[in-house]
């Protein structure tokens, strides 16, 4: 037994809420035909539709896609009621029938302007959203080599303070100068700090010799006041010696005197 299953399909029904309801852009349109009968089988507009004057060969449009020599998805390009519009097409010989697309080109032409603007904005953005990433990762990539070359520069201008140290966040090339600059840092503080006692102990040295030496002066004023003491103690005795030795004299010479007489 063979039966056969009918279902009512309305052609137009099916060109006016499917085909008008997809778009291509503002004014695109989708249509189909017939590849034998060159009859427009479904379309947006009606009337069109098994519409004698409006078969496909008709135009030229229709007679390109019908050329068997021109590949599916080729454009045709046709001027329609003083516009300009591109055309591609689809044959499916299978099925018998030709899918076209069609568009305007002004509305192409706005869909690119506005698609360039709207690239433009992102772009703009991108950049944007780009220059402070870059920022941020130049700022925190190489903040410790700009703390090195500050730290150097204060060390050659004799301003540095011994007691800071760069830190360190990562391990990187960068972040290894900075370490290896800390333990040069730390170097110098300790070298500053033995010199800085060796001086304090040799200021503490030359003050206990400037005062040995202050007694010593005093001490020696002493011992020539002594000695002048001595001195004219010496002439004294010596005065008196003298003296004594005059009178034994006289006293010699007075005992002659009276003996020879």
């Known amino acids: 037994i063979i039966g056969i299953l009918g279902l009512p399909f309305d052609l137009q029904t099916y060109s006016v809420d499917y085909l008008k309801k997809t778009k291509i852009g503002q004014t695109g349109y989708v249509f189909v035909a017939g590849l034998k009968s060159k009859h427009m089988i479904a379309h947006p507009t009606e009337k069109n539709i098994f519409n004698p004057e409006t078969r496909i060969d008709n135009y030229s449009w229709g007679r390109g896609a019908l050329d068997m020599s021109k590949p599916n998805g080729s454009i045709e390009e046709y001027d329609w009621e003083g516009r300009a519009k591109f055309l591609t097409f689809y044959r499916n010989k299978k099925y018998g029938y030709i899918a076209f697309s069609t568009i305007y080109v002004d509305d192409i032409q706005k869909d690119v302007s506005s698609m ?9 953005i991108a950049v944007a959203v ?21 730290r150097a520069k204060d060390l050659a201008e004799g ?12 391990e ?12 040069f840092i730390e170097r110098i503080q300790k070298i500053v700090i033995e010199v800085k006692e060796n001086t304090e102990n040799i200021s503490s040295a030359a003050t206990e010799f400037s005062s040995v030496a202050t007694e010593m002066a005093t001490i020696s004023d002493n011992v020539t006041s002594q ?3 001595v001195a004219s103690a010496t002439e004294q005795v010596t005065a008196n010696i003298a003296n004594t030795a005059s009178a034994s004299e006289e006293m ?8 020879s007489t």
Do not use: C
Not at 118 to 124: L, S, T, V, W
Not at 159 to 170: G, H, M, N
Not at 172 to 183: S, V
């Open 116 to 124: 360039f603007w709207f690239m433009f904005i992102i772009g703009i």
């Open 130 to 150: 780009a220059m402070m990433a870059i920022f941020w990762f130049v700022t925190h990539r190489f903040k410790p080599l700009h703390e090195t070359i500050d």
């Open 159 to 170: 301003e540095a303070d011994l007691t800071q140290r760069i830190i360190v966040s990562k």
């Open 172 to 183: 990187d090339e960068i972040g290894q100068l900075a370490g290896y600059f800390n333990k």
């Open 227 to 229: 000695a002048g003491n």
């Open 252 to 259: 010699s010479v007075n005992i002659s005197t009276v003996s």
